[in-house]
């Protein structure tokens, strides 16, 4: 067995340098701000579903068209199943995958750490903006 036939069956990991890794494309669909609400809220569901409607409804802001467009891009990525229920109108029901669950860990993170250093980054904006901004004597 060559080396490469050895590793043909090793899943590659991602470069994140790599201009052409999908990796690049991987982070900018879940570093979104509405997937990571729709992991959250699903994740506090779990294991039952939520419908696309109740969803919307615990997702201040989001248009039914970025929901949808959201939640279409997380079942292709395996993230989150999606069931229709046959009536008028169709009832449509989500709830995440194990791998959706297995995101919710790093994504609730990455909320903590935003929500404990808002201030700081505030701070820090203010303070750029402020020195940034031609003084009255020139």
């Known amino acids: 067995m060559t080396t490469r036939s050895a590793h043909a069956h090793t899943p590659a990991r991602g470069d994140l340098f790599d201009a052409q890794c999908p990796t690049?494309?991987?982070?900018d669909r879940i570093g979104t701000k509405w997937t990571s609400m729709a992991v959250k809220v699903l994740a506090q569901a779990a294991p039952d579903e939520i419908r696309f409607a109740e969803l919307r409804r615990r997702m201040p802001g989001?248009?039914?068209?970025?929901?949808?467009?959201t939640l279409q891009s997380m079942v292709r990525d395996g993230l989150v199943v999606r069931r229709v229920e046959p009536a008028v109108p169709p009832r449509v029901h989500y709830r995440l995958t194990e791998l959706g669950l297995s995101l919710e860990i790093p994504l609730a993170a990455l909320r903590t750490w935003a929500e404990d250093h808002m201030a700081?980054?505030?701070?820090?904006?203010?303070?750029?903006?402020?020195?940034?901004?031609?003084s009255a004597t020139e």
């Open 62 to 69: 989001v248009s039914q068209k970025m929901l949808s467009v």
């Open 120 to 134: 700081a980054i505030d701070h820090a904006n203010a303070v750029n903006d402020a020195a940034a901004e031609p």
């Open 24 to 27: 690049r494309q991987l982070l």
